[in-house]
């Protein structure tokens, strides 16, 4: 197995227990074991616990930073069905990787200082373009920035009816978000 596969595997189970049983359960002997490898090689590859951890962060946060940016709508269109159209793709995003979105949406109370900060500053740039994006449809009847964060929240609520109940439709949850969005449009 190459190194960069190595890594990989060694972070697909790092990522594997942290879901199952929380960043707190995360040892170099836990990850060495699961992974069929000795703890000298996840010290090779991530230096310590802390560097491995991060790592599973940095990981997380790069996908879910590309998702984010093929979801974030762009102007132009009805406001309403761009809204919902993006919506609609963000919680398929989130069906088809639960385990990266749990973190991101409902981070473990042992997570990482890391991770917290991670998601704030992500929230905060996903805030930012969508203010950019409802900008224009709002035509100073509202604040453009806190009209984006009433989105996002309706967002991260609808995803995490996602996460608990996998099984559920995603069009009603679309149905509320319209209900939701009307002054926007």
Not at 14 to 23: A, D, P, Q, R, V
Not at 49 to 78: C, K
Not at 129 to 157: K, S, Y
Request: proline share 7%; charged share 25%; no cysteine.
């Amino acid at each position: 197995m190459t190194g960069a596969a190595r890594r990989e595997q060694i972070l697909a189970v790092t990522k594997e227990i942290i879901e199952e049983s929380g960043f707190h359960a995360v040892s170099i002997d836990r990850v060495a074991r699961e992974a069929g490898v000795t703890r000298p090689v996840v010290y090779t590859h991530f230096g310590d616990l802390d560097g491995l951890l991060n790592a599973v962060v940095d990981r997380g946060n790069q996908g879910t930073l590309e998702a984010l940016a093929q979801i974030v709508p762009t102007p132009g269109g009805q406001p309403q069905e761009v809204l919902v159209d993006s919506l609609r793709r963000f919680l398929e995003t989130v069906r088809a990787d639960p385990a990266t979105w749990r973190l991101a949406l409902l981070p473990p109370e042992s997570a990482p200082v890391l991770l917290a900060d991670r998601i704030a500053r992500d929230r905060a740039n996903v805030v930012r373009r969508l203010a950019a994006v409802v900008e224009p449809w709002l035509a100073g009847a509202a604040d453009p920035v806190l009209v984006a964060r009433t989105l996002v929240a309706v967002a991260e609520e609808l995803a995490k009816v996602v996460l608990e109940d996998p099984a559920r439709p995603i069009e009603p949850l679309l149905d509320h978000a319209r209900w939701a969005m009307r002054g926007v449009s």
